[in-house]
């Protein structure tokens, strides 16, 4: 017996604006976002939750974008990347990555910018350890990560004024 | 990488939830937080023809405090788990092992009941659970059952829940006066599953333990009472000797496995390892 998928429609608010798309069940929320949307800042590593590639924000918390189906974010507000650029409270961060070399080849980089954007805003003044510890879920290949944390450290000072 | 196709479903009570799973069986399985869930279906080790979606089941979400103990409800998120001041007081065991549990982004998906259903052998979760002498609560068609922690692990992904019923919280009982908590484990990397951890409670009047319940976990299909440690400690001092000799006890309670990760042996000695730093933490509160 050949099951019949339902097609299902589903609104959400993407980077402040309204979508509307008919989707398949199956389809996760950062393929919604790559492939419906267009929004290809956000990465598809793994697909099982390991690398931190494909991390947005849903209702004002990172996620992961492989692990959470689309057809789950109806009605959320969604954050990516783009969106976190565009309103600029990042461009700091992006300052400090780049000048410290932080994104070599760049795949990890937007996940990372956004776990950075929530552990800052829950911890404005991290360690380096602490730093480490909240990134261990978003894996860089290039960077071995010491440039990672510096550029983080030194935003984090800049932002405490200091 | 993706999963097979699927119908979806989103109940909005969970009658509905107990009619979908008697009427689709195995072909159905629920979605709570989707963190263990969801990569077993993109590896398509698991695929159902229906996901049941329960995150619009906000009656399964919660912490509240009855009398004695604490109620989890089963949509719970570690997040609101770990900042909760509710089981920081009543439950520090579960506030410990929190931030051992993945990572920021899981944590704010993952739930309590879904780390029981999964069972992974690996989770802190089912051990915690275990050492504090927790209850799940199960519902079904004809009502609510209570289950033991130590009962409801039966096997490696293997647990008490019959294919139609739902875990709708857990029951915790609030620590008693002198007792106190422990927890540790080593991972290759912070978040990742624990190559050997250690849950641990007990009663604690200066340097002497006394009704020590230490469980392990990643050590074995479930979590591991382990009852010979927690024999060889009954009313002993913690001091060079008395850890010595609960060392030795572990080898009583746990026959560990090889992986990929590493060697039985080198999980003996982890566990002897975390056996030491779980009694020095409890003794020096």
Redesign the interface.
């Known amino acids: 017996m050949t099951?019949v998928?339902?097609q299902?429609q589903i609104s959400a608010t993407v980077n402040g604006e309204k979508v509307t798309r008919l989707i398949?069940?199956?389809l996760?929320l950062v393929?919604f976002l790559r492939n419906e949307l267009e929004l290809t800042g956000t990465h598809v590593g793994c697909?099982?939750?390991v690398c931190?590639a494909c991390?947005v924000r849903v209702n004002g918390?990172?996620?992961?974008g492989?692990?959470?189906?689309a057809?789950?974010a109806g009605g959320t507000e969604i954050m990516t990347i783009e969106g976190e650029s565009d309103g600029g409270e990042i461009a700091d961060l992006q300052k400090a990555f780049h000048e410290r070399n932080a994104a070599q080849c760049g795949f990890c980089t937007p996940g990372l910018i956004m776990?950075t954007t929530?552990?800052l805003k829950t911890n404005p003044d991290p360690n380096r350890a602490e730093i480490?510890?909240?990134l261990?879920?978003?894996y860089c290949r290039c960077t071995g990560y010491e440039a990672i944390v510096d550029a983080i450290e030194t935003v984090a000072t800049e932002r405490k004024g200091g | 990488?993706?999963?097979?196709?699927?119908?979806?479903a989103k109940p909005s009570s969970v009658d509905e939830v107990l009619g979908l799973l008697s009427e689709y069986g195995d072909e159905a399985t629920i979605?709570a937080g989707?963190?263990s869930l969801?990569?077993t279906?993109?590896?398509r080790l698991s695929a159902p023809?229906l996901?049941i979606?329960i995150?619009g089941l906000a009656e399964l979400s919660g912490i509240s405090s009855n009398g004695e103990s604490l109620r989890i409800g089963a949509l719970t998120r570690h997040?609101e788990i770990e900042n909760s001041s509710e089981i920081a007081e009543h439950a520090p065991l579960i506030t410990m092992a929190m931030?051992s549990i993945?990572?920021?982004?899981?944590r704010?998906?993952g739930t309590m009941g879904g780390s029981i259903a999964m069972a992974d052998p690996a989770a802190e979760m089912p051990a915690c659970l275990c050492a504090l002498g927790a209850e799940i609560e199960i519902t079904g068609g004809s009502g609510a059952r209570k289950v033991a922690a130590t009962d409801f692990f039966k096997g490696l992904y293997d647990t008490d829940l019959g294919g139609d019923e739902i875990i709708t919280a857990i029951e915790i009982p609030k620590i008693s006066a002198g007792y106190r908590s422990a927890f540790d484990e080593l991972a290759r990397?912070?978040?990742d599953y624990a190559m050997c951890g250690a849950a641990a409670h007990a009663k604690v009047d200066g340097l002497v333990i006394s009704d020590l319940r230490l469980v392990f976990f990643a050590v074995g299909g479930t979590p591991v009472v382990a009852a010979a440690v927690g024999s060889a400690m009954a009313d002993q001092t913690v001091d060079a000797i008395s850890i010595v000799a609960a060392q030795h006890a572990v080898e009583d309670d746990l026959s560990p496995f090889d992986d990929l990760q590493c060697s039985a042996t080198l999980r003996m000695h982890y566990a002897k390892e975390l056996t030491k730093r779980i009694l020095n933490t409890l003794a020096a509160g």
């Open positions: 099951t998928i339902e299902i398949e069940p199956r996760s393929d697909e099982h939750g931190g991390t918390e990172i996620v992961r492989c692990l959470m189906l057809v789950q776990t929530e552990l480490r510890e909240y261990s879920g978003n | 990488m993706k999963p097979s196709a699927f119908n979806y979605l989707g963190q969801v990569p279906m993109n590896m023809s996901v979606d995150n997040v931030p993945a990572h920021p982004a899981i704010n998906r990397r912070h978040g």
